[in-house]
């Protein structure tokens, strides 16, 4: 099916409340809320560039609770990129992702070229932190993944997110921007300030 | 040559004029569901009445149905339309004359208007409690019609409301000084007869009904009182007791069930293991997921109660959306649209309900603004097919039929009796959920379509062949079980243009084969208003699966053709053959299918594919890959 593979497809897992729909939200349409409804699965769609061409970033949002084990393995077998996201204020969320990523392993085999981040988020509750910064990144490190914090409420390192998971792609040169010419600029600057604000 | 064609080609027409929303309050029910089968099946006149009509002789009855003279009607009082040959009731023919011990239905002496029926009714079977059954000859059946029809003259709350009325005035202290001794309790134990064939008839949608909930409970607790009752009556208040508690009416105070578990509906939701399960009836109060795409094919997956309308769909969809709680200026309103995979697309009206069950089996629901409605396009998955083999190729004839039946048999039996008197005659005293019964059409359509499709995308002309000989087979061991629904839908797919035209394929079959599907093809012809199938169905005992579309067909003629309120007064004749037909309904299910099946884990495959079919319900693709096998046929 043509058009499905020119889809760049990235699936969003976390435990329930960590803030996986604020996240997607916040990038695709720019709002936030307080309140908390439960998902079962979304999926937004946006154009970007590939390979100096158009595509469509597909991003699936999915529900903390597994129940829809089959639909879990679907999208893990059709994504290209995954974000794992737990919430800074619960060590408890971070354990949750474990079997996630575990799964992703074994239903793609070689996780080292997938791109992988593993966010933690509501970094601005600082006064309710129970995973630390370098808690986080040590579980990256263990998974061979890239890191970030960010805050979905604060408009934090959201956008920065979604594109340094673009840039962790390898196999092809995907990128927020549509112009492919200026990304590449764009994608250091962006490394760079994701970088600063995680250290 | 190939009738049943034909008349899938008139269909077009039909959907067309169906397509036009409804005149006055009354909504259009829309065309997606039955699209295959029912519009032009159900507007074509049956060909031959007066043929249909001697066969009935053995029972008058039924062309008693328009006499001219029926102390109902006046001549006058008969349309133009009526009185031609598409109207009137007759050219039925009854399922089986035992259904119903003809000698006894007598309909009322004297014409009543709707408010006072009930009355009349209660004045029959409280009559004469000396007759074997404890109430007159004929009055059974009279109890039947009316509680199964009554919702075409009175909405059910009221009906009920009436039966509370008559049970106070009947405890009014002194009685009437007209009334004899022993007047007052036959009256109340007739209305206890009635309330009881109520609950009976009505088990298992009742959760549904709140306002008539409200009533019940209230009669109900108004004959618990009555403590005049107990030493006389007690083997029906027993049996009160007893349905009362089967039927789960919420007696107590008590608001709805808190969680209920979520029931799969669509595809997408379906885990594995579920579809293996046995099918229950789906309720209005379920609550069912739903995926609603944007126009840009985004989608975001709504819970929803099943009976939900349209407003109540697009809120949570909204809410879904402007996720932010800073945005007080009110984006431009959304509209929901059904799009079907040949991108035809209809606008559901926000006071719709229970539209999740009324979607075409490709259809998605799609959330736009006014601006964006002309830009929906049905999702790439619909529209793109890559040609191969399947399943099918690996698996018997006999399993895939036995399989079919199976699932088509929980289907059937997950229809209420009332689904169908609602689907006909909803729109016009409030609406019913026909949710099981518009899945069942909807799973008859799927059939028809799996069948085009399997032979569609097999791309090798011997195979194709060997594709045709097993679904005849499949429609010959269905027609041994007496599945008729699965039959017809299956005879239907093959006679769908797309196949039938691939004459290199109909070539190579054997003559046995040829021969076995002409057979087919005339038993399935509407001809003389389906004289062939009325007849091979009288001759069936139950359990059967009837060619469910056909049903609905017979009521909906029996709707057309007479008024059910003439000069104010109710036409009794007419709920009684709607009621006639309803009961043939109950009488296929009056026994249990068995089934020998084994459950090896080939058996267990076999069955998860027959219940998950993934099929084109699209023409236009499914033309487009017949003259791609077959280019030059014709
Ligand atoms: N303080 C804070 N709250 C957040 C943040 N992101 C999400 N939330 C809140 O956390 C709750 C759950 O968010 P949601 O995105 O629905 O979580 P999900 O179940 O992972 O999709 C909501 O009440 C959000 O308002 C964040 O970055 N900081
Ligand atoms: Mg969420």
Same mark, same amino acid.
């Given at each position: 099916?043509?058009?499905?593979?020119?889809?760049?497809?990235?699936?969003?897992?976390?435990?329930?409340?960590?803030?996986?729909?604020?996240?997607?939200?916040?990038?695709?349409?720019?709002?936030?809320?307080?309140?908390?409804?439960?998902?079962?699965?979304?999926?937004?769609?946006?154009?970007?560039?590939?390979?100096?061409?158009?595509?469509?970033?597909?991003?699936?949002?999915?529900?903390?609770?597994?129940?829809?084990? !089959?639909?879990?393995?679907?999208?893990?077998?059709?994504?290209?990129?995954?974000?794992?996201?737990?919430?800074?204020?619960?060590?408890?969320?971070?354990?949750?992702?474990?079997?996630?990523?575990?799964?992703?392993?074994?239903?793609?085999?070689?996780?080292?070229?997938?791109?992988?981040?593993?966010?933690?988020? %509501?970094?601005?509750?600082?006064?309710?932190?129970?995973?630390?910064?370098?808690?986080?990144?040590?579980? !990256?490190? %263990?998974? %061979?993944? !890239?890191?970030?914090?960010?805050?979905?409420?604060?408009?934090?390192?959201?956008?920065?997110?979604?594109?340094?998971?673009?840039?962790?792609?390898?196999?092809?040169?995907?990128?927020?921007?549509?112009?492919?010419?200026?990304? %590449?600029?764009?994608?250091?600057?962006?490394?760079?300030?994701?970088?600063?604000?995680?250290? | 040559?190939?009738?049943?064609?034909?008349?899938?080609?008139? $269909?077009?027409?039909?959907?067309?004029?169906?397509?036009?929303?409804?005149?006055? &309050?009354?909504?259009?029910?829309?065309?997606?569901?039955?699209?295959?089968?029912?519009?032009?099946?159900?507007?074509?006149?049956?060909?031959?009445?007066?043929?249909? &009509?001697?066969?009935?002789?053995?029972?008058?009855?039924?062309?008693?149905?328009?006499?001219?003279?029926?102390?109902?009607?006046?001549?006058?009082?008969?349309?133009?339309?009526?009185?031609?040959? &598409?109207?009137?009731?007759?050219?039925?023919?009854?399922?089986?004359?035992?259904?119903?011990?003809?000698?006894?239905?007598?309909?009322?002496?004297?014409?009543?208007?709707?408010?006072?029926?009930?009355?009349?009714?209660?004045?029959?079977?409280?009559?004469?409690?000396?007759?074997?059954?404890?109430?007159?000859?004929?009055?059974?059946?009279? @109890?039947?019609?009316?509680?199964?029809? *009554?919702? @075409?003259?009175?909405?059910?709350?009221?009906? @009920?409301?009436?039966?509370?009325?008559?049970?106070?005035?009947?405890?009014?202290?002194?009685?009437?000084?007209?009334?004899?001794?022993?007047?007052?309790?036959?009256?109340?134990?007739?209305?206890?007869?009635?309330?009881?064939?109520?609950?009976?008839?009505?088990?298992?949608?009742?959760?549904?009904?709140?306002?008539?909930?409200?009533?019940?409970?209230?009669?109900?607790?108004?004959?618990?009182?009555?403590?005049?009752?107990?030493?006389?009556?007690?083997?029906?208040?027993? /049996?009160?007791?007893?349905?009362?508690?089967?039927? #789960?009416?919420?007696?107590?105070?008590?608001?709805?069930?808190?969680?209920?578990?979520?029931?799969?509906?669509?595809?997408?939701?379906?885990?594995?293991?579920?579809?293996?399960?046995?099918?229950?009836?789906?309720?209005?109060?379920?609550?069912?997921?739903?995926?609603?795409?944007?126009?840009?094919?985004?989608?975001?997956?709504?819970?929803?109660?099943?009976?939900?309308?349209?407003?109540?769909?697009?809120?949570?969809?909204?809410?879904?959306?402007?996720?932010?709680?800073?945005?007080?200026?009110?984006?431009?309103?959304?509209?929901?649209?059904?799009?079907?995979?040949?991108?035809?697309?209809?606008?559901?009206?926000?006071?719709?309900?229970?539209?999740?069950?009324?979607?075409?089996?490709?259809?998605?629901?799609?959330?736009?603004?006014?601006?964006?409605?002309?830009?929906?396009?049905?999702?790439?998955?619909?529209?793109?097919?890559?040609?191969?083999?399947?399943?099918?190729?690996?698996?018997?004839?006999?399993?895939?039929?036995?399989?079919?039946?199976?699932? *088509?048999?929980?289907?059937?039996?997950?229809?209420?009796?009332?689904?169908?008197?609602?689907?006909?005659?909803? &729109?016009?005293?409030?609406?019913?959920?026909?949710?099981?019964? #518009?899945?069942?059409?909807?799973?008859?359509?799927?059939?028809?379509?799996?069948?085009?499709?399997?032979?569609?995308?097999?791309?090798?002309?011997?195979?194709?062949?060997?594709?045709?000989? /097993?679904?005849?087979?499949?429609?010959?061991?269905?027609?041994?079980? $007496?599945?008729?629904?699965?039959?017809?839908?299956?005879?239907?797919?093959?006679?769908?243009?797309?196949?039938?035209?691939?004459?290199?394929?109909?070539?190579?079959?054997?003559? /046995?084969?040829?021969?076995?599907?002409?057979?087919?093809?005339?038993?399935?012809?509407?001809?003389?208003?389906?004289?062939?199938?009325?007849?091979?169905?009288?001759?069936?005992?139950?359990?059967?699966?009837?060619?469910?579309?056909?049903?609905?067909?017979?009521?909906?003629?029996?709707?057309?053709?007479?008024?059910?309120?003439?000069?104010?007064?109710?036409?009794?004749?007419?709920?009684?053959?709607?009621?006639?037909?309803?009961?043939?309904?109950?009488?296929?299910?009056?026994?249990?299918?068995?089934?020998?099946?084994?459950?090896?884990?080939?058996?267990?495959?076999?069955?998860?594919?027959?219940?998950?079919?993934?099929?084109?319900?699209?023409?236009?693709?499914?033309?487009?890959?017949? *003259?791609?096998?077959?280019?030059?046929? $014709?």
């Amino acid at each position: 099916m043509p058009e499905q593979s020119n889809d760049y497809r990235v699936v969003v897992f976390g435990a329930g409340g960590v803030g996986k729909s604020s996240l997607v939200l916040r990038f695709v349409k720019g709002t936030f809320r307080d309140s908390y409804i439960p998902t079962i699965e979304d999926t937004y769609r946006q154009v970007i560039s590939c390979d100096k061409s158009i595509c469509t970033l597909q991003i699936t949002d999915t529900t903390g609770s597994h129940q829809f084990p !089959a639909m879990q393995r679907l999208s893990i077998s059709k994504g290209h990129a995954f974000i794992l996201v737990y919430s800074v204020t619960s060590r408890q969320s971070l354990e949750e992702l474990k079997p996630i990523y575990e799964q992703i392993c074994q239903i793609k085999g070689d996780t080292e070229s997938i791109p992988i981040m593993l966010v933690g988020n %509501k970094n601005d509750e600082d006064h309710n932190r129970e995973v630390q910064t370098t808690d986080g990144e040590a579980m !990256a490190k %263990k998974w %061979k993944c !890239a890191f970030m914090e960010t805050s979905a409420k604060m408009n934090h390192n959201v956008k920065e997110l979604f594109q340094e998971l673009l840039n962790l792609e390898k196999r092809r040169t995907v990128s927020l921007q549509i112009d492919g010419k200026k990304s %590449k600029q764009q994608k250091r600057k962006e490394k760079l300030k994701g970088k600063c604000v995680v250290m | 040559m190939k009738p049943l064609e034909k008349f899938l080609k008139k $269909q077009g027409s039909h959907l067309a004029a169906r397509a036009v929303p409804g005149s006055g &309050g009354q909504l259009p029910r829309r065309q997606s569901v039955s699209k295959i089968l029912l519009p032009g099946f159900l507007k074509e006149p049956p060909e031959d009445l007066t043929e249909g &009509g001697t066969e009935t002789t053995g029972d008058g009855r039924w062309l008693e149905l328009r006499p001219p003279d029926s102390a109902l009607r006046s001549p006058t009082s008969f349309s133009s339309e009526e009185l031609s040959p &598409g109207g009137g009731g007759g050219g039925e023919t009854q399922l089986s004359p035992e259904s119903v011990p003809t000698c006894c239905w007598v309909p009322l002496a004297e014409p009543e208007n709707p408010d006072r029926l009930v009355g009349r009714v209660l004045e029959r079977l409280g009559g004469d409690l000396t007759a074997p059954h404890g109430h007159g000859c004929g009055a059974d059946i009279l @109890l039947d019609d009316i509680v199964l029809t *009554h919702s @075409l003259f009175l909405p059910t709350e009221q009906f @009920l409301h009436q039966l509370y009325q008559h049970f106070m005035t009947a405890s009014a202290i002194p009685s009437p000084p007209c009334w004899k001794e022993d007047e007052a309790v036959h009256r109340k134990r007739a209305v206890l007869i009635i309330l009881l064939h109520f609950l009976e008839t009505f088990k298992g949608i009742l959760q549904e009904e709140e306002k008539a909930g409200k009533v019940i409970k209230d009669l109900y607790l108004l004959i618990m009182k009555d403590a005049s009752l107990y030493h006389k009556l007690e083997d029906e208040i027993l /049996k009160l007791h007893q349905l009362v508690e089967t039927v #789960e009416l919420k007696v107590t105070e008590e608001t709805h069930p808190s969680s209920k578990q979520v029931k799969p509906l669509f595809r997408h939701f379906r885990r594995i293991d579920s579809c293996l399960q046995t099918r229950v009836a789906f309720r209005g109060s379920d609550e069912i997921f739903c995926r609603v795409y944007m126009p840009d094919h985004s989608y975001v997956t709504i819970r929803s109660r099943l009976s939900a309308s349209v407003q109540d769909i697009l809120t949570s969809v909204t809410e879904k959306l402007q996720y932010s709680d800073e945005q007080p200026t009110r984006e431009e309103a959304l509209i929901l649209v059904a799009v079907a995979s040949s991108g035809e697309k209809s606008v559901l009206q926000p006071n719709e309900e229970c539209v999740f069950t009324t979607l075409g089996i490709n259809s998605h629901l799609f959330a736009c603004t006014k601006d964006t409605f002309p830009s929906l396009v049905p999702l790439p998955e619909e529209i793109q097919v890559s040609p191969g083999d399947t399943e099918i190729h690996r698996m018997e004839a006999e399993d895939v039929a036995n399989h079919l039946t199976a699932f *088509h048999w929980e289907l059937f039996r997950c229809v209420h009796e009332l689904e169908f008197v609602d689907y006909v005659f909803h &729109g016009e005293r409030g609406r019913r959920e026909t949710a099981n019964l #518009e899945l069942l059409l909807q799973r008859c359509s799927e059939v028809q379509h799996w069948v085009a499709t399997e032979v569609l995308l097999c791309e090798s002309v011997g195979k194709r062949t060997h594709l045709l000989k /097993k679904f005849i087979k499949v429609a010959a061991v269905c027609k041994q079980h $007496q599945d008729m629904l699965t039959f017809y839908a299956v005879v239907i797919g093959l006679n769908n243009a797309p196949v039938s035209r691939l004459r290199l394929t109909w070539e190579k079959l054997p003559g /046995k084969f040829k021969n076995l599907f002409r057979k087919f093809e005339n038993l399935t012809d509407p001809c003389r208003n389906h004289k062939s199938y009325r007849e091979v169905l009288t001759r069936m005992k139950p359990p059967i699966i009837p060619f469910v579309p056909l049903i609905l067909k017979d009521l909906t003629f029996l709707h057309e053709a007479s008024k059910t309120l003439v000069d104010g007064l109710v036409n009794v004749e007419k709920l009684h053959s709607v009621a006639e037909k309803v009961r043939t309904i109950r009488k296929c299910r009056s026994r249990p299918l068995c089934l020998e099946m084994e459950s090896s884990p080939q058996q267990l495959q076999t069955k998860a594919y027959v219940r998950q079919f993934q099929v084109i319900d699209n023409q236009n693709l499914l033309f487009e890959l017949s *003259h791609k096998l077959e280019s030059n046929s $014709q």
